[in-house]
Nanobody, 119 residues
């Protein structure tokens, strides 16, 4: 089993920044990719950013490109999501997930952290 714990959410004004952290523990594997998802009120959960198992490849949802940056500190098992120029449309619960990259799996999930952007 893998445990994921997110932190760093909160209330911020439009144009502000937040950095989310996702700490992984347990039976993590070097072949696991990690992603940040968000779920807005009344909407389906969507993938916001992903980092490959090797840490060298990233992917971003078009709505956050140029504003969000995903990164990983392999020594601590922590994946970060730096969020800049936040907009009200970014208000959501953000969760991290991990799983076997070659199968595109998302097997393990954190409980999420709430991000609220006020105008």
């Amino acid at each position: 089993q893998v445990q994921l714990v997110e932190s760093g959410g909160g209330l911020v004004q439009v144009g502000g920044s937040l950095r989310l952290s996702c700490i992984a523990s347990g039976r993590t594997k070097s072949t696991y990719h990690t992603g940040w998802f968000r779920q807005k009120p009344g909407e389906e959960r969507e993938l916001v950013a992903r980092i490959g198992a090797a840490g060298s490849t990233t992917w971003y949802h078009y709505s956050v490109k140029g504003r969000f940056v995903i990164s990983r500190d392999a020594s601590t098992g922590t994946t970060f999501l730096q969020m800049n120029d936040l907009q009200t449309a970014d208000t959501a619960i953000y969760s991290c997930s991990t799983g076997e990259e070659k199968f595109g799996l998302w097997d393990y999930w954190g409980r999420g952290t709430r991000v609220t952007v006020s105008s």
